[in-house]
């Protein structure tokens, strides 16, 4: 029943429907062209075995399978706050996390950087595959791993050259905005057709009555015959 009349209401009032689907049209495109596009940036790394596991195996592929919690330790000291403070700013638009690949059984790393200019995200993509190495250093530092050959190593194995954008911020704040806009118009015209035709009601009831003290017939009480002043 409530949505016949709001219907009913938007039909009524479609000057102001109107007004609301163009005033909202025109805040969606103001949304989409005042948010910048993400530029979005991937890199991969590989953490490789030890030179002496590498050597028994004669293959450093054949050794990978035990890897995987070395990687995941990696990527959580690469998020943590010092490190990413660092790197990304909380204050900054740029931010990168660091992943294991879950679609691969191996240790393989995901480096996913994003910032508004593409300049600024494949900077960052170059210090976060930098600082890597030293990270996964300190972390093997940490726990004295002696000799040498025992320490854990990383490879790039792929990056990306060029930034690929991102419109999915684009489109959130376009989708928003769109949804307030027509919340906005639904509110205002349906407050409004509420209120002018409750003001209508009014009119035609003072009408009314107006009509019925005018009638022919009508005695007006204020109106008193010479017989009836002199009871």
Do not use: C
Not at 83 to 106: N, Q
Not at 139 to 158: H, W
């Amino acid at each position: 029943m409530y949505l016949l009349e709001l219907v009913g209401g938007l039909r009524r009032r479609w000057w102001i429907t109107l007004i609301g689907l163009l005033a909202t049209a025109a805040l969606a495109y103001t949304a989409f062209t005042v948010v910048p596009p993400v530029q979005e940036v991937r890199a991969s790394l590989m953490v490789l075995p030890t030179a002496k596991a590498a050597s028994e195996a004669g293959n450093p592929y054949l050794v990978l399978g035990s890897l995987e919690p070395a990687a995941d330790m990696l990527a959580a000291a690469m998020n943590s706050g010092s490190v990413h403070e660092k790197l990304a700013p909380a204050k900054g638009s740029a931010t990168f996390e660091v992943a294991r690949d879950s679609s691969s059984s191996g240790p393989m790393l995901l480096v996913d950087v994003k910032d508004t200019d593409p300049q600024r995200a494949l900077a960052l993509l170059e210090s976060v595959i930098r600082t890597m190495p030293e990270v996964l250093a300190q972390l093997q530092a940490q726990v004295a791993v002696r000799p040498s050959s025992n320490l854990l190593t990383l490879t790039e194995v792929t990056r990306d050259t060029e930034p690929e954008p991102s419109i999915k911020k684009q489109l959130r704040a376009t989708l928003a905005a769109a949804a307030g806009g027509l919340a906005l118009t639904l509110f205002v015209t349906n407050a409004l057709d509420g209120l002018l035709r409750r003001r209508s009601t009014r009119r035609r009831e003072s009408a009314a009555d107006v009509d019925d003290e005018t009638a022919p017939g009508a005695e007006s009480p204020s109106r008193l015959t010479w017989a009836d002043s002199t009871t």
